[in-house]
């Protein structure tokens, strides 16, 4: 896949509903990691982002420097200390060290990891040369305009 080796970037999450039920995006700038059609994210479980993917769990991303978008599916996998996010918290910690510990409390129960399961993206090499259909679940792709 050619995201494979991409393992930790700056990721833009977008949201699309308000509070109040109006259409709204929402856009966060994170640091996320990526593995296997998935981004990881440390961040607060009572943050608005997370109150609105809990409400919706539907998101965007975009990676500027790779010029990449995609559609997925956001969950809370709880408390980074939990047992079941041992494995990923290693490779979190491991992709952010210069600045993990300031940046995250994983003393506070609401410090969690956000997943972003992606379900279709498109990469676009060279400003439109080249555009690659990513379909995330069928882990396929397509070049230069397929539509999926």
Known sequence: MLLRKCTKEEMTIARESSADGNPRPVVRCVDAYYEDCTFYVVTYGKSNKMLQ?????EVSVALSSEMFTAIGVGKNLGWVLEPQNTEIRKKLRSAFADWYDMANNENDENCCILAIYLTKGTL????????????????TDMKDGGIF
């Open 124 to 139: 676009n090499i060279n400003h439109w040369e080249k555009l690659y259909h990513l379909d995330f679940v069928k882990k």
């Open 53 to 57: 993917i809990e409400q919706n769990a």
